[in-house]
């Protein structure tokens, strides 16, 4: 018979870079939440649920609120968009979405051009909408 050779692998130690460590405490989280909050507040100063039959320009939030209804609710809110209530909840949720992002003014990106400021110029509210613009998102 022929003869095995026994061989052993060599197993290199683990080297732990310090400079990594200091990376990781400099890293960010990026969840998107302080986005979500600075769009609803903006879009509260700019009184887009006024305008907007869907009551945001964001996708994400519309997805937000579509999650915390029921059926029923989802089925009020399509008659409210001018859509059918037909269907179960996945199938409203897709309706509705799609009808969003076809929605000028909404999903589709299109501002909506106003005759008149929605809010006076010298006030309170254009501040905070020059300041929340101006940080970006």
């Given at each position: 018979?022929?003869?095995?050779?026994n061989?052993?692998?060599?197993?290199?130690?683990?080297?732990?870079?310090?400079?990594?460590?200091?990376l990781?405490?400099?890293?960010r989280v990026?969840?998107?939440?302080?986005?979500?909050e600075k769009?609803k507040?903006?879009e509260g100063?700019?009184?887009v649920?006024q305008?907007?039959?869907?009551r945001?320009?964001?996708?994400?939030i519309l997805?937000?609120r579509?999650r915390?209804?029921?059926?029923?609710?989802?089925?009020?809110?399509?008659v409210?968009?001018?859509m059918?209530p037909?269907?179960?909840k996945?199938?409203?949720k897709?309706k509705?979405?799609?009808?969003f992002k076809s929605?000028p003014?909404?999903?589709?990106?299109?501002?909506?051009?106003?005759?008149?400021?929605l809010?006076?110029?010298?006030?309170?509210?254009?501040?905070d909408?020059?300041?929340?613009?101006?940080?970006?998102?």
């Amino acid at each position: 018979m022929t003869n095995k050779k026994n061989t052993s692998k060599k197993t290199s130690a683990k080297k732990s870079v310090k400079g990594s460590e200091n990376l990781l405490d400099n890293l960010r989280v990026a969840d998107g939440k302080t986005d979500i909050e600075k769009i609803k507040s903006l879009e509260g100063l700019l009184g887009v649920q006024q305008t907007n039959p869907f009551r945001t320009t964001s996708e994400a939030i519309l997805q937000e609120r579509m999650r915390e209804m029921t059926l029923t609710d989802l089925q009020s809110f399509a008659v409210r968009l001018g859509m059918m209530p037909s269907g179960n909840k996945l199938s409203l949720k897709t309706k509705i979405t799609r009808a969003f992002k076809s929605h000028p003014g909404a999903g589709a990106a299109y501002n909506i051009a106003f005759q008149r400021p929605l809010v006076d110029p010298s006030s309170k509210e254009a501040e905070d909408i020059l300041r929340i613009s101006s940080e970006g998102m």
